[in-house]
Each structure stands twice: as structure tokens, then as C-alpha cells.
């Protein structure tokens, strides 16, 4: 497979297969094979790069996490919950195309994980494309830009 861009990771083995010529990716999370689109492959790279830098375990990953919007399901890409089940970061990630240098998409991207967090209520909220990371603390009724990723 032909990486188009190389991500802002740490570089990860994937157990890869090819099917009826798509490209199929095994998650260890949940047991199961996925389309490796460009965005699944920035969420594989996160989710190992939380666990091995961030410090947090696997089996408080969750990913696709539901969240109900003005009564509508929507899901947030990862979750990291804490000890008693409460979302502790939630993370959006977008393909590697998806242009996170521009004001208006930085301002859109921010606020889909925002509203997803003014009902999860984490303290990390993190957008990624694989190349740029955003990430914030929110206390106090605001978010803080972060520097780094946080320690879980």
C-alpha cells in the first residue's frame, strides 16, 4: 500500500489484507476487520499513539462512541473513559486531505467535536488529520489549547 502522506506518528505495523480490491485493516479493539480509508488510517495511528505515549489502556478505548445530539445519534470517533466509565478525551480525526491549516476548517472541525463534547463532558478534546494535532483542555467552562497531547 501507497502512504500519500506520512502521518505525525509514531509508525505503526497494521495487519493488513487486501479483499475484493479494497484494503482491510484488522482493529484489535474490536475484534474486526475495516476499509482502510485515509481517516481509519489516522484513527489507527491515534489509538496507538494513546496508548503507547499517553498512557492509556486499550480497554478504555472506545471508538464510534454514541452521542445524541438534540435527539439525533451521532458518534464520536474515540473516546478514552476513565476509571468509572466517564469520557475523559474525546478525539475527532479526519483524513489526511482534510486541511486543517484553514481558519474555517480548523473553526468547523473544532465545533463538531465541541458540540460532541457538550454532552460527553471530557477534559481533552483532540482534532487530528494525522499531520496536525489539536488538542485542548477544557476547565473551567473553556478550552485551553494544548501544546502537546495530554498524559491519561
Known amino acids: 500500500m501507497t502512504e500519500r502522506h506520512e502521518l505525525r506518528f509514531p ?3 497494521l495487519r493488513a489484507r487486501e479483499r475484493a480490491g479494497t484494503v482491510e485493516v484488522w482493529d484489535e479493539l474490536r475484534g474486526m476487520w475495516l476499509v482502510l480509508t485515509p481517516e481509519e488510517r489516522v484513527r ?6 494513546l496508548v503507547s505515549a499517553c498512557g492509556a489502556p486499550a480497554r478504555r478505548i472506545v471508538q464510534e462512541y454514541p452521542v445524541s445530539l438534540n435527539g439525533q445519534p451521532q458518534r464520536a470517533d474515540v473516546v ?7 469520557p475523559l478525551l474525546l478525539a475527532e480525526c479526519k483524513a489526511p486531505e482534510v486541511e486543517l491549516g484553514q481558519r474555517a476548517v480548523v473553526r468547523r472541525t473544532v465545533a463538531q467535536a465541541v458540540r ?3 454532552v460527553l463532558g471530557a477534559r481533552y478534546v483532540i482534532v487530528t488529520n494525522g499531520l496536525r ?7 473551567d467552562g473553556a478550552y485551553r489549547p494544548m501544546t502537546a497531547f495530554p498524559v491519561l
Open 11 to 13: 509508525k505503526i505495523k
Open 116 to 118: 460532541y463534547n457538550s
Open 80 to 86: 478514552v473513559v476513565d476509571d468509572a466509565g466517564r
Open 44 to 49: 489507527r495511528h491515534l489509538i496507538a499513539y
Open 133 to 139: 494535532h489539536l488538542c485542548y483542555e477544557f476547565a
